[in-house]
């Protein structure tokens, strides 16, 4: 395989999505040696096929706000690979989203998931249109009218979407009930649902805990104990959340967030109560973080910047894709930090990831660090499936076991010469792996 050559045809068809084609790069070029090393592979153009969605959905959604007014917006599924299992990923709700994103979103999804141990393949949904400002009865507005065409293509044992950006539980709850009136079946064929009806407990804050149990391992295979260490962190939403609380149940001390207005930085570190503040602000739908400076003093707002320049031990993404450049790494090397993880889906821009490369800094890409979100959204499934639920302890200890798996599949790939554990190839070349065999024997398909 010629990387440049795959990217180079990618480019022709698909020009106008860069962020889909960053993705496809990033696993290319980490994959390419054993790939090279297959040759049924090539043979069965393997990677041509990979590179594709199995199939997308677009359609328009219309809807009416308070004041009567019609909007439309466009909505999104990408059923991107089912090789190993049913699609599996979230819908984003925000005027962000484009098809670039959803391809790009789906195909991290797809390794992704194969990481988990779980039968799960890739995909990823959602609308260009945003929660903030709407009232609760234009966001079930919405969600409704967003349903009626997707529940044509979703279901248990095909495609089962959860939440993602601007899509918790609130959103959720609209949507199942939509999709149950409509089918007048009562299916997990969403997840992220509230607890008395079907949800699963430690779902909001899996992908945050999940990201934590992985770092914890990361740490531990230097020696280094996270108890004591400061950790700077971006966003202030679900995944953050999680993050905090876990990185401050495990000891360390947070010590920023941040919103697209800027960033706050608390050199006492969050306690429980900030750490419950943060959802207040994300549920107050303003999307501004600045509040807290005001609500807890000795710490200070910084507008219009990110947390990057902060001196910290350990810098976790948990906002959005390519929230940390190059030029942010520079900063975060300069503070030679002992560990850097992507909790956000592509947090880093492809110039970030060669430098911390370049540094052997340990770091670690989302798709391994983030899966404990869509991990725990398959033990949803399993309990839908047989009709049981699970206690807090029990799916913290399956979250625990699924994120040591994954650590244990990155080393056994990763590993260089002097002991430097390449998460990023470590992560790729597993996923793949397990994606790639399964479509070879599944013939040309």
Same mark, same amino acid.
């Given at each position: 395989?010629?990387?440049?050559?795959?990217?180079?045809?990618?480019?022709?068809?698909?020009?106008?999505?860069?962020?889909?084609?960053?993705?496809?790069?990033?696993?290319?070029?980490?994959?390419?040696?054993?790939?090279?090393?297959?040759?049924?592979?090539?043979?069965?153009?393997?990677?041509?096929?990979?590179?594709?969605?199995?199939?997308?959905?677009?359609?328009?959604?219309?809807?009416?706000?308070?004041?009567?007014?019609?909007?439309?917006?466009?909505?999104?599924?990408?059923?991107?690979?089912?090789?190993?299992?049913?699609?599996?990923?979230?819908?984003?709700?925000?005027?962000?989203?484009?098809?670039?994103?959803?391809?790009?979103?789906?195909?991290?999804?797809?390794?992704?998931?194969?990481?988990?141990?779980?039968?799960?393949?890739?995909?990823?949904?959602?609308?260009?249109?945003?929660?903030?400002?709407?009232?609760?009865?234009?966001?079930?507005?919405?969600?409704?009218?967003?349903?009626?065409?997707?529940?044509?293509?979703?279901?248990?044992?095909?495609?089962?979407?959860?939440?993602?950006?601007?899509?918790?539980?609130?959103?959720?709850?609209?949507?199942?009930?939509?999709?149950?009136?409509?089918?007048?079946?009562?299916?997990? $064929?969403?997840?992220? /649902? +509230? #607890?008395?009806?079907? =949800?699963?407990?430690?779902?909001?804050?899996?992908? *945050?805990?999940? &990201?934590?149990?992985?770092?914890?391992? $990361?740490?531990?295979? /230097? +020696? #280094?104990?996270?108890? =004591?260490?400061?950790?700077?962190?971006?966003?202030? *939403?679900?995944? &953050?959340?999680?993050?905090?609380?876990?990185?401050?149940?495990?000891?360390?001390?947070?010590?920023?967030?941040?919103?697209?207005?800027?960033?706050?930085?608390d050199p006492a570190g969050l306690d429980d109560e900030k750490i419950d503040y943060m959802l207040q602000l994300r549920s107050s739908g303003e999307d501004i973080c600045a509040p807290y400076a005001k609500k807890f003093k000795g710490s200070k707002f910084v507008a219009g910047k990110k947390p990057w320049e902060e001196k910290a031990e350990i810098y976790l993404t948990c906002a959005t894709q390519n929230e940390l450049n190059g030029d942010d790494a520079d900063k975060i090397l300069a503070a030679k930090p002992l560990c850097v993880a992507e909790v956000s889906n592509m947090g880093c821009t492809n110039e970030a990831i060669d430098k911390f490369a370049q540094a052997k800094q340990l770091f670690a890409p989302g798709k391994a660090v983030n899966a404990g979100g869509v991990a725990t959204s398959g033990l949803e499934m399993t309990q839908n499936s047989i009709r049981l639920h699970w206690t807090a302890e029990e799916v913290d200890e399956k979250l625990h076991f699924i994120m040591h798996s994954i650590h244990e599949q990155c080393v056994k790939y990763g590993k260089q010469d002097g002991n430097y554990i390449n998460y990023v190839k470590g992560a790729n070349v597993a996923g793949f792996m397990k994606v790639a065999n399964a479509m070879m024997a599944q013939g040309i398909v």
């Open positions: 395989m010629e990387v440049e050559q795959v990217l180079k045809g990618l480019m022709w068809k698909h020009s106008g999505e860069p962020e889909f084609l960053q993705a496809v790069k990033e696993v290319l070029v980490s994959i390419k040696d054993v790939y090279n090393q297959h040759p049924e592979f090539e043979k069965a153009h393997l990677i041509e096929r990979l590179v594709e969605p199995e199939r997308v959905y677009m359609f328009r959604v219309p809807w009416t706000d308070d004041n009567g007014e019609v909007h439309v917006n466009t909505g999104y599924r990408v059923q991107f690979n089912g090789a190993i299992g049913p699609y599996k990923g979230g819908l984003r709700f925000h005027d962000s989203v484009n098809l670039s994103i959803m391809k790009f979103l789906g195909f991290e999804q797809t390794f992704k998931n194969a990481l988990t141990t779980l039968p799960m393949g890739g995909g990823k949904g959602g609308s260009d249109f945003s929660i903030r400002g709407r009232s609760d009865a234009e966001v079930m507005r919405f969600c409704q009218a967003f349903m009626q065409e997707l529940y044509h293509h979703i279901g248990p044992d095909e495609d089962i979407p959860a939440g993602d950006i601007g899509v918790g539980g609130r959103e959720i709850g609209f949507l199942f009930g939509e999709y149950r009136k409509l089918t007048h079946q009562f299916q997990g $064929m969403l997840t992220g /649902k +509230g #607890i008395e009806w079907g =949800g699963s407990i430690l779902r909001p804050e899996a992908t *945050g805990y999940g &990201a934590l149990y992985f770092v914890n391992e $990361m740490m531990q295979t /230097k +020696g #280094i104990d996270i108890k =004591g260490k400061t950790v700077a962190i971006s966003g202030f *939403g679900n995944v &953050a959340w999680g993050a905090a609380k876990k990185a401050t149940q495990l000891g360390a001390k947070v010590i920023t967030i941040s919103g697209p207005d800027g960033y706050i930085y």
